[in-house]
């Protein structure tokens, strides 16, 4: 026998069994042996022996161990069978059985010859079949009943036992498969559950997180194994037990039982596994999902960390208690917002120290490393929340303190304007007096709860926000509070004794004519007047300055009225300086807000969100340089008008100390219209509207992006207003200069808004120098070129042209009206052409029309008719024009002193005469001297040049009987650097062109100057009746009323006596006397004097022509001294 053969299953010999040459039926012995059956095998001779044996081998592992110890009976039917062939069986049978045999039971052949031989075969050869068992050859079926039960007998033994061969082979196949189901499921989870044990934890979130999906995946996976493995052995058992659940009489026979228990033994053990199995994976999924909760813990923790540590430094940031109420307000509105936004971060941090906590309390495995976190941020938030209350505190003690400092400022400029405001002449009666006292107590008991009453005390209440910037805004305003206190005490002391004194009424007498002396000072406040001895009072003058003023009793006199007048203008004057300053600092803080509240929040990565794509990265285009315009207000600007809260009178000091710094407006204005544009496109973006939010503004960012604007031409309405008070102070002349200069820079913001809308220009314009003046004109040309046709098409249809005005062109544009909003319906301007004010020469009046003058260029072979809309704004242009030219003629003038003469050619001079009065000869002399030396200069430069008309014969230009009718200059380039311009020579004939002026003439280099002048006026011009404009101021008159200043137009009417000359002022209507001499230096004996000409040039009145040219640059043309008659 083989006991050591390896187990078979069904499944693995299938086809071996199938051939049915030997089957286990489930029947049993008497004493329970297992009977195996070998049928009738015709083919059984030829099964191989390993087969043979895998069959009987499978077929004896089946029953139980205990049975199978008992034996087994052979049943061997061989009743079809041979003689031979039954020998050989169980020889077979006999030698290869390999278990335990308790009785082999033959049925022998029933054919008769080998029955016969069967029993004498088998006593003959009984030996043969020596075995262990006994065999029983038996003849019949009824024979083999007496040995194994009917029942258990299959059908074709003449049994009754139910048995089906291939239901046998399957159904043994099905609970071996389950049997290795079960065994290969425990294995896995096992395998399954030794690779969760061993697998280390991940240090971060999304390696813990994987691992947990990875793991929970698996888990799944086998619970789908054991819960189809179970219906697996659901559907095994519920095959055996299928006839006992449709009969149940039927019994099962000891197999079906024995399949039965195998069944349900493997389907207990699976359970029993599937349990352990979810007992352990409920205990590495907990500390899996510890670890991912410990991870997100740990992360949390390093972002919150973070965010504290910001909203920290930002707290710490907070540093400024404010200069005034409203911006210790602006700042604490700061403060709440920050802790608004804030508050969220600290939120975050409580919420994830109490889940760290929580992870304490249920015992997790990583407590050793969660409980310093917990505590870090439970000190972190504390710290927060502490310094915040702190900060608030400060300011909320800022703005008390702030509060009381304005209650004070605002008593005391109420008391000053009481004091103002009291009537004297009121005050001379007792009553009045009395009233006025009554006043003063009353508002005196107002101060109880606004006056600063203890400085010491504030210092020590305040002191934890009391830095030296406030230390001494708060000295000041103690200052000015007792001050204000002096003032009302001696103004009480002087209504004190007014309400002492009798009450007889004073009648007003009128002074005698003698007894009032007038003082020869005419100056404003030096005036005295003297009054009888009987009245025995002396009025004495009055200069008020502010922190001097004295309340005496000089109230009862034209003195104490002039005091009183004089301290209104200082309450105006105060009330001015207040406002500029409040204002001023109102304008910061709006600046500031719009830069933290908008232009930063561009750039922070929380927001990003709300912002479009497209207006991404255009900060810079919606803000311009607001930020530089803030910086310069907050850190210059505003520190240093608050230093004038004392003297306002002298404000103006600070404008200009700081002038050049508000050129930075231009910039921002330049950029509006870009900015505009872009506000238009997003203003309804969610960026915008969530800013304003925040803020909590009522009006939209476009509002605050105009604040630069109209806060640059606020000033000069608040200049005005303190010039109006201030007028005979000490800092009128700042003023007024500061408000000229403030007007000038809203020129010239407005004047480069214009030139940024000029189009077609090829060139730079910033090398065309300082834009000097803008406006639109009507133009006419009258040009010498050109069909004749067009000309006189030209002169009846006037051209719209806008004019820019800079220091070295003048450029003529067409304007273009466009269409949009705002800054788009601003106008364009289309470039035309330009011409080089080196070369261009004006005439001021042009008949027919004061509205009009003329610029012509190249010696007139291009003129200009210009109209202005005023004769206001015509004389403005002339006078601009005139200026340039005058710069350019001086600095040429300068530039050829500077070179060497190689050439000379000189140029007679007239000769001097005695036709002038004596005492004009001395100056005139020296400044003809002047001339020459300037002359000198020219000399080697100045070449005679062919006349313009060929038929006029040549002439030298030292003949005395025919003059040049043109010079022509060879020199370097012009020194205002015009390399660009086309250099041309100019020339012109002095009897066409003696009504222009251009920069390149000098009154005295000039060949008509000679014969004109004869021998007779050598050295001095001779005054005519005309129209003249003032180049310099006069204020000596001999009428004291009667003041010229530069830039009027005056008319020389008529010569009187002594060198006088009656002339009017054009520009006033005041009319007097001025020495003739005074009269040649405002107009004309000088070399900054401008000249005036007809637009009658042939019929004017010249007594001084001059036609030269200076230089190739400076591309000279004629000039005229003419009068214009009346």
Known sequence: MHQDIIPLYAADIQDQLKKQFAYLSGGRGGDGCPVITFPDYPAFSEIPE??????????????????????????????????????????????????????VLVLRPTGFFHRALSDIAFKFHKDEFKMKVPIIMLGSVSELQGYIDKTQLTEDLGGTLDYCHNRWLSRRTAIEGFAQKVKQTAQILQSFGTELAETELPNDVQSTSSLLATHTEKKDKMKEDIRLAVEQGDDVLGSITKPVTENPEYKLNQDQLDNQTTVERLLAQLHETETAFDEFWIKHQQKLEQCLCLRNFEQNFREVKAALDIVSERLSAFTDVGNSCSHAEHILKDLVNFEEKSCETITKARMLASEGDTFIQSNHYAVDSI?????????????????????????????????????????????????????????????????????????????????IKELNKIYREYAQILNEDLKEHVQKVFQKQESMEEMFQKRQVSLKKLAAKQTRPVQPVAPRPEAFVKSPCTSPGLQRDYVSNSESTVLRKVNYRRGKSEMTELHQSRGGSTMDDEENLAVLRQHVINELIETERAYVEELLCVLEGYAAEMDNPLMAHLISPELQNKKDILFGNMEEIYHFHNRIFLRELENYVEYPELVGRCF?????????????????????????????????????????????????????????????????????????????????????????????????????AITGYDGNLNELGKLLMQGSFNVWTDHKKGHSKVKDLARFKPMQRHLFLHEKAVLFCKKREENGEGYEKAPSYSYKHSLNMAAVGITENVKGDAKKFEIWYNAREEVYIIQAPTPEVKATWVNEIRKVLTSQLQACREASQHRTLEHTQSLPLPASSCTSPSRNNIRNTKKMEERKADLTSLEGYVTTVAPKYPEKSKASPT???????????????????????????????????????????????????????????????????????????????????????SGDLVQLIREGEDGLWYVKNLSTGREGWIPASNLLMLIGNSKSAQSLSSSESGTASSTLSTSSSCSDSCNASSTSFSDIKG
């Open 50 to 103: 390993k087969e043979f044996q895998n069959v009987l081998t499978y077929l004896t592992s089946i029953p139980s161990l205990r049975d199978a110890g008992i034996g087994f009976i052979l049943v061997i039917d061989r009743r079809q069978d041979k003689w031979t062939s039954v020998k050989a069986s169980i020889l077979r049978i006999t030698a290869s059985f390999p278990g335990n045999l308790q009785l």
């Open 371 to 451: 409980i310093p976190k917990c505590s870090e941020l439970h000190h972190l938030c504390d710290a927060f929340t502490t310094e915040m209350e702190r900060r608030r505190n400060l300011l909320n003690k800022s703005l008390e303190l702030h509060s009381l400092l304005e209650k004070s400022m605002k008593w005391c400029d109420e008391g000053i304007y009481l004091l103002a405001s009291q009537p004297v002449d009121k005050c001379q009666s007792q009553d009045g007096a009395e009233s006025a006292l009554q006043e003063i107590e009353k508002f005196l008991d107002t101060g109880a709860g606004n006056k």
């Open 656 to 756: 200009l100390d700081q002038m050049e710094d508000f050129q930075i407006y231009e910039k921002y204005c330049q950029n509006k219209p870009r900015s505009e544009s872009l506000w238009r496109q997003f203003s309804d973006s969610v960026f915008f509207q969530e800013c304003q939010r925040k803020l909590d503004h009522k009006l939209s960012l476009d509002s605050y992006l105009l604040k630069p604007v109209q806060r640059i031409t606020k000033y000069q309405l608040l200049l005005k207003e303190m010039l109006k008070y201030s007028k005979n102070c000490e800092g009128a002349e700042d003023l007024q200069e500061a408000l000229t200069s403030i007007l000038g820079i809203l020129k010239a913001v407005n004047d480069s808004m214009h030139q940024i």
């Open 959 to 1045: 003949s005395p009987d025919k003059k040049p009718k043109r010079h022509e200059v060879v020199s370097d380039p012009t020194p205002f650097g015009l390399r660009g311009w086309a250099k041309t020579s100019h020339s012109l004939d002095a009897s066409e062109e003696n009504d222009g002026w251009s920069s390149a003439e000098d009154p005295l280099n000039s060949s008509d100057a000679e014969e004109e002048g004869g021998g007779g006026a050598g050295n001095e011009m001779k005054l005519t009746p005309g129209k003249y404009t003032v180049v310099t101021d006069y204020e000596r008159g001999i009428s004291e009323e009667f003041t010229v200043k």
